[in-house]
Structure formats: structure tokens, C-alpha cells
């Protein structure tokens, strides 16, 4: 099995690859999607995770999200929502240890039921009941 880091696979990434880029950040397809359309949004330069971005990478990294999210629902009208997250550290999933923002389409009944959306990192924790606050 290929390590995607050594070296690292969003530092060394083919231009074929890259469907939207700027000064500062870049974007592709994932090779391994949640859905179709799943998108990693990513800085040039090299840090581990999101909380290195300086402010600048993160406006690049923010501009990129909304460019492809106006391209996706351009290219697939069933897209009707987003979920945006970022793994930050290998406790959390993290397997590529460049930062990398997840841009995932949703489509109606994709799952049973939706309630919860990233909470279900932690499976146990996705679904609730509100509680009624008198």
C-alpha cells in the first residue's frame, strides 16, 4: 500500500488532477468519495491541518469551496446540501497529513435519516431527541 504521505500526495499533485486552483489553495476530486462530486480543497503550501492556515490560505481555501460548490450544483441539480469538515489529527481520521477541507454533496435519502450530519463522526452521537425547553 502507497503512503500518501512520503511524499506527500497533495504536495505532489498532477495538474490533471486539479480542478480549481488560486494563488494560495487548490482543489480535486476525491479518489475515495463519499459521493459523487466529494471535493478536497487544500493550501499549496505545506502544514499539517487547518488550524496552521493563515488567514490569507484560509480566504483561498474558502473562495475554492464556494467555486465548487456553484460548479457542483451546476453539473448535478440533485445536490441539495453540503457537509464541509476537516480531520484534524490522526485521532480524528486524519490520514493525509496536509491540511485538506472535505466538500461532500448531499442528495435527498442519501441515508435514512440525515438528523446530525457531522455529529456522525461519532455514530452513537448523531441522532438526538431536542429537548423542550419550558
Known amino acids: ?3 500518501p504521505n512520503n511524499p506527500c500526495l497533495f504536495c505532489n499533485i498532477k495538474l490533471e488532477g486539479i480542478k480549481f486552483s488560486n494563488n494560495l489553495a487548490l482543489s480535486s476530486f476525491d479518489s ?3 459521493s459523487k462530486y466529494h471535493a478536497l480543497i487544500f493550501p499549496k503550501r505545506h502544514v499539517k491541518d487547518y488550524f496552521e ?3 490569507k490560505e484560509v480566504l483561498a481555501c474558502n473562495e475554492l469551496v464556494k467555486i465548487l460548490k ?3 450544483l451546476k453539473e448535478d441539480p440533485t445536490v441539495k446540501g453540503f457537509n464541509i469538515g476537516s480531520n484534524i489529527g490522526k485521532i480524528s481520521g486524519q490520514s493525509i497529513m496536509h ?3 472535505h ?3 448531499r442528495r ?3 441515508v435514512e ?3 446530525g450530519g457531522v455529529r456522525g463522526v461519532i455514530p452513537s452521537k448523531q441522532h438526538y431527541i431536542r429537548k423542550n425547553n419550558k
Do not use: F, G, T
Open 1 to 3: 500500500m502507497k503512503d
Open 99 to 101: 491540511c485538506h477541507i
Open 32 to 34: 475515495y468519495p463519499v
Open 113 to 115: 435519516n440525515p438528523q
Open 53 to 55: 492556515l493563515n488567514d
Open 70 to 72: 456553484n460548479y457542483i
Open 108 to 110: 435527498e435519502a442519501d
Open 103 to 105: 466538500l461532500i454533496p
